[in-house]
């Protein structure tokens, strides 16, 4: 089992930028593939990005696409998302997760192995 915290939500205007990181702890990191979902109020926990363990293969929400980075850096242990042009319906408890299989799609919550306990993002007008 990996641990993971995240950090670096907060409060930011329509427009503005944030960076989220996910530090892990307790295995290999660069181990597991990587991702990145959110969780709005009401809603279900959805895909926004994920990085292979080498960090060279990137995949986004169409969503996100254009406005969102996904990084790692192996030696620190860490996985961050740059979010830039932020929207209000970006607004989210944003969740880091870790896949240790190579098998099952990196789209789907259920093929993660390990989750951090969600940083809030709140996009203001």
């Known amino acids: 089992q990996v641990q993971l915290v995240e950090s670096g939500g907060g409060w930011v205007q329509a427009g503005g930028s944030l960076r989220l990181s996910c530090t892990a702890s307790?295995?290999?990191?660069?181990?597991?593939?990587m991702g990145w979902f959110r969780q709005a109020p009401g809603k279900e926990r959805e895909f926004v990005a994920a990085?292979?363990?080498?960090?060279?293969?990137?995949y986004y929400a169409d969503s996100v696409k254009g406005r969102f980075t996904i990084s790692r850096d192996n030696a620190e242990n860490t996985v961050y998302l740059q979010m830039n042009s932020l929207n209000i319906e970006d607004t989210a408890v944003y969740y880091c997760?870790?896949?240790?299989?190579?098998?099952?799609?990196?789209?789907?919550?259920?093929?993660?192995?390990?989750w951090g306990q969600g940083t809030q993002v709140t996009v203001a007008s």
């Open positions: 307790g295995r290999t990191f660069s181990n597991y593939a």
């Open positions: 997760a870790a896949k240790y299989s190579y098998s099952g799609s990196r789209y789907f919550t259920s093929t993660y192995d390990d």
């Open positions: 990085i292979s363990r080498s960090g060279g293969g990137l």
